[in-house]
């Protein structure tokens, strides 16, 4: 599975970013994507995730501001991003976790990143 993020630029503090997640590949292998952040210096932390059965798990720093959706048709997910702070600035990755099989039926749990796209949230 091959993940294009894309969406993110400078942004005042208030504004609101939508970020999006393109996947092509073996979309079907597919059982979750999310949105991660990091900051120079500090742990890649999770902000938002979506399941292929559509429910959502939020981080402490996007509930209430950040909403995490997708657009099947088009196989792409997105994280809407409101009300951002200056702490919300970072490179942001979407990441898609895997559920493949061997030829002989056994389970390969795996996860594929997209490319960063940096979020600046600054006067």
């Known amino acids: 599975v091959q993940l294009q993020a894309s969406g993110g630029g400078l942004v005042q503090p208030g504004g609101s970013l939508r970020l999006s997640c393109a996947a092509s590949?073996?979309?079907?292998?597919?059982?979750?994507t999310g949105w991660y952040r990091q900051v120079p210096g500090r742990e890649r932390e999770s902000v938002a995730t979506?399941?292929?059965?559509?429910?959502?798990n939020y981080g402490n720093s996007a509930k209430g501001r950040f909403t995490i959706s997708r657009d099947s048709a088009k196989n792409t997910v997105f994280l809407q991003m409101n009300s951002l702070l200056p702490e919300d600035t970072a490179v942001y990755y979407c990441?898609?976790?895997?559920?493949?099989?061997?030829?002989?039926?056994?389970?390969?749990?795996?996860?594929?990143w997209g490319q960063g796209t940096l979020v600046t949230v600054s006067s």
């Open positions: 990441a898609a976790d895997l559920l493949q099989y061997t030829s002989s039926g056994e389970p390969i749990v795996s996860r594929s």
């Open positions: 590949g073996s979309i079907g292998s597919i059982t979750a």
């Open positions: 979506i399941t292929r059965g559509g429910s959502t």
